[in-house]
Structures are given as C-alpha cells and as structure tokens.
C-alpha cells in the first residue's frame, strides 16, 4: 500500500440495517485499537489485524459505486478508528463522494473527534462508555486518560453532531448499578443504548464463558435506565451477530 492510504480496512459490509438507525448503510470495519476491552468481541481485528488480509479500495469504490441508489452512507468502525491519522484521508474521501459518514469511537481520542464534527466529516458519532468512568481501567483492560473520555462525552452534547452513547453490560463484568451510574453520569444526552454482551470470540478468551443477560433482565434494565435519563431515547437492543464490533 502506498501513498495517501494507509487505513487499514480489514472487513467490509455492503448493506447494513443495524449500523445506522435502521438506515441502510455500508460499513468499513478498521484494523487496531489502543484499548483491551476483556468482553470485546473483535478480537481478530484488535490483537491480530495485522495478520488479517486488508480489503482492496478499488472494491470498496466499486461496491459503494454500485449500491449508490440504495444507500449513501457509510459507517466507520473497528477497532478504532481514531487511532489512525489516515482516517481523515478516508473520510474526506467519502465526503468527495457525497456520503454520510458514521463514526464509531471509544472516545480516547476528542481532539480527532472535535476535528471531524468542525470540518463537517462525520454526521453521526457513536460513542461507547465503558463503564462508570471512576473505574475504566477496570472496564478497558489498559491504563485510560479519563479526562479524553469525559472531553468527548462533553463535546458530543454540545450537539453539534448527531449522537449516540452505548454501554455494552458484561455480567459479572458490570453490576446493575453500573449502568445507573453511567445512565445518571449521562443525563441530559439524547441517547444512551445500554446492549447486551455476546459471549463470542471475545478478546479475554474466559468471557467466552459468561452467560449474557435475559433479555426480561435487560429489558427491566433498560427501563430503570429510561426512569433515570427520562428525555433521552432509550432504544432495545439492535446488534450485529456475526462478531464485528
Ligand atoms: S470493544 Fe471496542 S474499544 Fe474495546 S477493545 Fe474492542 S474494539 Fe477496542
């Protein structure tokens, strides 16, 4: 690979439902990320990306190119995205090109973030929090700036952008009350999704093990969350399978 492009695209979506509010969408999955999440269950694309053969950008143009009628966006996921500088090469590219362009982040990066929503290169960011934030070490598997997660979650409620937060709850991981906490620490944001774990492929090969919540838990969970955020949307859980993030 050479020049300009260096982002390392290592799996590819045509059409989506589930990445983008129920809009059709096409989804490029990106290659390393500077957090361990233990319950993450893309592992192949964190720990061995770069042993994952990258999908050529001639087939991403011409797949985009030939879906144009159906969709005109794109979602960027990982992995994280912002941990490459090339991400601003592929979105200015896809902005070219007159696409809406999603973004998924762990938000460990504002100053990337900032920078895509003042230029005008993301029309959506969705964000996820780990956990309540005292104790996000616990939830990442690495050593996290905290103030870069709270720059970000602050930056997205200004509403510049449209938004969403996410809270992925691990049994034995998470308490219950974690995802209060979280709910109560987000108040005011328009959305907060609270979705379940999916014991599969996980980075921590122990979590593969853990059972995941009924869904009449995380429904009752999901309503206490709703009770405590009251104006945000709050909507079921609506996740890919298939082991991309
Ligand atoms: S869950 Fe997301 S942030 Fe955590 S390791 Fe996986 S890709 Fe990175």
Aim: negative net charge; hydrophobic residues 40%.
């Amino acid at each position: 690979m050479s020049g300009a492009y260096d982002f390392p695209i290592k799996g590819f979506i045509e059409t989506s439902f589930i990445d983008w509010k129920h809009q059709l969408s096409s989804v490029m999955f990106c290659g390393g990320c500077n957090f361990r999440c233990p319950f993450c269950h893309n592992s192949d694309l964190v720990l061995r990306h770069e042993a994952l053969v990258e999908v050529p950008l001639s087939y991403i143009d011409d797949t985009l190119h030939r879906f144009r009628k159906w969709t005109e966006r794109v979602v960027i996921t990982g992995g994280e995205p912002t941990i490459h500088n090339s991400l601003f090469w592929m979105v200015e590219r896809l902005k070219e090109r007159r696409f809406m362009v999603k973004l998924d982040t762990n938000g460990s990066n504002p100053r990337v973030v900032r920078r895509l929503v003042r230029e005008g290169l993301v029309d959506f960011v969705a964000m996820d929090v780990k956990g309540p934030i005292p104790r996000y070490d616990r939830w990442c598997g690495v050593d996290v700036d905290t103030a870069k997660i709270e720059e970000t979650i602050s930056l997205l409620m200004e509403n510049a952008v449209d938004y969403e937060f996410r809270m992925t709850l691990v049994p034995f991981l998470h308490t219950e009350d974690d995802a209060y906490e979280v709910a109560e620490y987000l108040r005011g944001a328009k959305r907060f999704f609270v979705q379940d774990f999916i014991p599969r492929n996980t980075l921590n090969p122990a979590y593969a093990d853990v059972k995941a919540h009924l869904p009449e838990k995380m429904q009752a969970i999901r309503e206490q969350v709703a009770a405590i955020m009251q104006h945000a949307k709050i909507p079921d859980s609506i996740q890919r399978q298939d082991g991309l993030r």
